[in-house]
């Protein structure tokens, strides 16, 4: 198994979180396929890669560890990594 490391970023702008693998970055993405008067318009997103020079073009990011598990999480299961145990700072 290859090493790697995740990397966290929060987009100032929007609040978005980014995460970084080598040369490659996850950024979620609305669904708007599946935003219909049946569901309220509810906003679903999901991850998908792009390149890192794509990703951030632009982007004015704060690199940070502090991010929820939560969704620290999600991107570790989006990247193929083990989930981080621990207690959440959303659950009670």
């Known amino acids: 198994m290859r090493n790697r490391t995740i990397q966290y970023a ?54 940070t560890r502090k991010i929820p598990n939560v969704i620290k999480n999600i991107h570790r299961e989006f990247w193929g990594m083990k989930p981080l145990k621990g207690k959440n700072r959303w659950e009670k």
Do not use: C
């Open 10 to 63: 929060i987009d100032r702008y929007t609040g978005t979180v980014f995460s970084k693998v080598n040369s490659e970055a996850a950024i979620p993405v609305l669904d708007f396929a599946n935003m219909k008067p049946e569901n309220n318009y509810e906003m679903n997103y999901f991850l998908e890669k792009f390149p890192i020079y794509d990703a951030y073009n632009g982007t004015d990011l704060l690199w």
